[in-house]
């Protein structure tokens, strides 16, 4: 692992060659890997259950760091960062807090995936002058449908992976239709065209602490998303197990002004299996002039692509 500096090297061209780099946040290591230009604010990456580096969606990162600064980390206690996990939402978002600190910067953009967009949602509400501009993708509100079940559903998907030699993820974020299968496989194709210095296994206590964060949040009150006045993008497929689609309808009309993607015959990773149409769509919406804070975007949007996932799975 690479240590960081005050002047940052050249920016690999793929997500594939990004050096794991580590930053101190009080006193703990946190590894991240940078990619894309070094200017404009910078595009912080939150990621999903169980997640480590290696499995940020290489096709995301890459087609958001052709013109954007992306950064995608290990939060405390996952991966090759140190420390302990906390098992609160709300302390997975002061370490992540801590982290943008720590890399000097006064201003991000977040992109939240599943329980990283818990986690981008709390930031928001705590550090509002923080966050430019957001990004929630296979997420739900504090409260919602079905994410005090994520435990049971996980286990039953990481046995039936285990029963059939598969990533529990085959089951747990795509759909059982072809369009689903192709799109798993590629998606787990992927996740493993980095073949030198992968980041660790998260741990059978970080998991543990990730899965009873998650169980508290699907069962606490929910909160006040009418206050968050950022420039809002929310994504996901039409049939998410994990945290069930209704969520994102609701995140979408109870976030002022934020627009919503929907994908057909998707699930949980839609925008990994979408990867293509997605892509394009989060350049624009954070490439937009952002109105001032406290103004409204347009109306909510509901933008449903059309394309089929045999048209834009890269072969």
């Known amino acids: 692992m690479t240590h960081r500096s005050n002047r940052s090297p050249r920016s690999p061209a793929l997500f594939q060659d990004a050096p794991t780099r580590s930053v101190d946040v009080g006193g703990i290591a946190f590894a991240y890997r940078e990619l894309g230009p070094r200017t404009g604010v910078p595009v912080i990456l939150l990621n999903h259950l169980a997640a480590q580096l290696d499995n940020f969606d290489p096709r995301i990162v890459d087609g958001l760091a052709a013109t954007r600064r992306v950064i995608a980390f290990d939060n405390r206690g996952i991966g090759a960062s140190g420390g302990k996990t906390p098992s609160t939402i709300s302390g997975m978002a002061r370490d992540a807090v801590a982290f943008v600190r720590a890399l000097g910067f006064e201003e991000v953009d977040l992109f ?187 109306e909510n949007v509901r933008l449903v692509s059309s394309r089929t996932t045999t048209d834009i799975l890269r072969k």
């Open 112 to 298: 939240g995936f599943s329980l990283g967009g818990f986690v981008a949602q709390e930031i928001v509400l705590t550090e509002p002058k923080l966050v430019r501009k957001l990004i929630l993708a296979g997420t739900g509100p504090a409260g919602g449908q079905g994410i005090d079940r994520v435990t049971p559903l996980t286990i039953v998907d990481m046995i039936k992976g285990a029963l059939t030699f598969r990533d529990p993820k085959y089951y747990l974020f795509f759909t059982r239709t072809p369009n689903g299968r192709r799109a798993a496989n590629a998606f787990l194709r992927r996740l493993k065209e980095r073949r030198n210095n992968r980041d660790k296994a998260v741990s059978l206590s970080a998991f543990g602490a990730q899965l009873k964060a998650i169980k508290a949040y699907g069962l606490q009150a929910p909160q006040d998303l009418s206050t968050i006045r950022i420039p809002t993008l929310v994504a996901n497929g039409d049939q998410d197990r994990m945290v069930p689609s209704s969520n994102t309808y609701d995140l979408a009309g109870r976030i002022p002004g934020a627009h919503l993607v929907i994908y057909p015959d998707a699930g949980h990773g839609g925008v990994f299996q979408n990867y293509a149409d997605f892509v394009p769509k989060a350049l624009s919406f954070l490439e937009a002039e952002a109105l001032p804070q406290g103004g409204h975007a347009a």
